[in-house]
């Protein structure tokens, strides 16, 4: 006889679900993933300090290399040159030391104290100061320099230059003549030279200034500086022939005196032989005469 066999209902799988400790399975959930920035921190760790530091140099690197190619690039090209400040210096000599200054470099990478230097070396230029007007222009805003005196050069020429001994340029027709002009001047290229001729241009201001004021100026025609210890002048007009020697000091009252004797001379015959005047005697003035070959000297005492 067999035995009774039990029957499992297939429809219904609750018994199967509830397992063997009876209560229901829940599903699992996953941790959140991390975030990237998290990773590569997480990561980063690991590296090397020496990798990181190498890893650091090339992204340098590359940046400068990237910065060289934006700033050579037509983008920087010099295109627009201002310029404000100027009466006498040469806008085109500006404009050509701008353009052959920043032309290779372009704007974004030029030496702006550089190219000043250079504008500064060109006659009138006293200052340049430049900046950028990116992406292609460069401003240019000088200050010129003051013509103080003419020089009669070695060679016969008329050159302004300022209180500086710095040249400036020929006088031109159209330029208001000084009141008289000066000689002497060290012609050597020179720091020495350049302080000696600084001195000149002072005591040249010095002496414009005291006989414009005592009305002496329009008896003067240039005054020759070469040696300080030894000022003479040139007189002008119909005593052009006329030398006043001066000397190192009093000028002023020592021209006013010369004159004086010169104007008394002229009403006597020994007038038209007058050579020189010399007021460094003392206090009598020695008035040269010429006679034939020769110089005579007389010492008056007016």
């Not at 599903?27 to 990773?39: L, M, N, Q, Y």
């Not at 090339?58 to 983008?75: E, Q």
């Not at 004159?259 to 006597?268: E, I, K």
Request: charged share 25%; aromatic share 6%.
């Amino acid at each position: 006889m067999r035995d009774p066999v039990a029957v499992q209902k297939v429809g219904n799988r609750s018994g199967i679900s509830k397992g063997r400790s009876g209560v229901g399975q829940r599903p699992v959930r996953r941790a959140p993933a991390e975030s990237i920035g998290a990773r590569l921190k997480s990561l980063l760790g690991y590296v090397p300090l020496a990798l990181r530091i190498g890893v650091i140099a090339v992204i340098l690197l590359i940046g400068f290399v990237g910065y060289r190619a934006a700033a050579s690039a037509s983008f920087f090209q010099i295109r627009r040159i201002e310029t404000k400040g100027t009466a006498r210096a040469s806008i085109d000599e500006i404009q050509a030391v701008v353009r052959r200054d920043v032309g290779q470099t372009g704007v974004w990478r030029a030496d702006l104290q550089e190219l000043s230097n250079h504008l500064e070396r060109l006659p009138w230029v006293r200052t340049a100061v430049v900046s950028r007007v990116l992406p292609d222009g460069i401003r240019v805003r000088i200050t010129e320099r003051e013509p103080k005196a003419v020089v009669r050069t070695s060679a016969g020429r008329f050159i302004w230059v300022d209180d500086d001994a710095v040249y400036l340029g020929e006088m031109s027709p159209t330029d208001q003549m000084p009141a008289f002009f000066l000689r002497g001047w060290n012609e050597d290229d020179s720091a020495a030279a350049q302080a000696e001729n600084r001195d000149r241009v002072a005591r040249f201001l010095e002496l414009q200034r005291d006989w414009g004021t005592q009305g002496l100026s329009e008896r003067v025609s240039e005054v020759n500086l070469l040696d300080l210890r030894d000022v003479r002048v040139q007189l002008a007009g119909d005593d052009s022939q006329i030398e006043v020697r001066l000397g190192s000091q009093d000028q002023s009252a020592r021209l006013s005196k010369a004159l004086t004797v010169l104007d008394a001379q002229r009403q006597t015959s020994r007038g038209p032989l007058i050579s020189y005047i010399d007021l460094t005697q003392g206090k009598r003035a020695i008035v040269g005469l010429v006679t034939g070959n020769h110089t005579v000297a007389e010492s008056k005492n007016e």
